[in-house]
């Protein structure tokens, strides 16, 4: 199990993959915003998660591509809250989150489904072409002939 030590803070994290850190917030919290540290940073290190599958590991990455860093955490800050823990809560709730979306399996595409997105993807691509010499076209009239 780790912890972190803040001030006068003890967090224990049940998940030794969490590292937490606090900071000043812009938040709610009145004369004390400039006094307290009650941004919550929760960075959870993904490649020593055993717990997480290969499959929710990458797609943690390719879904969330800004939240994680080069050394491969994932970034959650929270300063919505007055309070320290309560951010520490909503950080670890939105963690939670995003591991149960990125280990959901994908969604099988039925071959109908598939052959109507094909027919679309090719008739927009028609449409685009199609646009695109009517607009040169158009635009080639403009210009005139300075013959």
Known sequence: FGFVVCEDFLI???FPELTITASR???PGGQNVNKAN???EVRFQIET???LSDYAKGRLREMYPTRVTKTGELLVTSSTQKSFAQNVDE???K????CT???APPLETS???AKRIEQMDKAFQERRIKEKKFNASKKSARRGNDD
């Open 12 to 14: 224990f994290s049940v």
């Open 25 to 27: 917030s812009s938040g």
């Open 38 to 40: 009650s941004k919550a």
């Open 49 to 51: 998660a055993a717990w």
């Open 91 to 93: 950080c670890v709730a």
């Open 95 to 98: 963690i939670t989150e995003m």
């Open 101 to 103: 979306v990125a280990s």
């Open 111 to 113: 071959p109908e489904t």
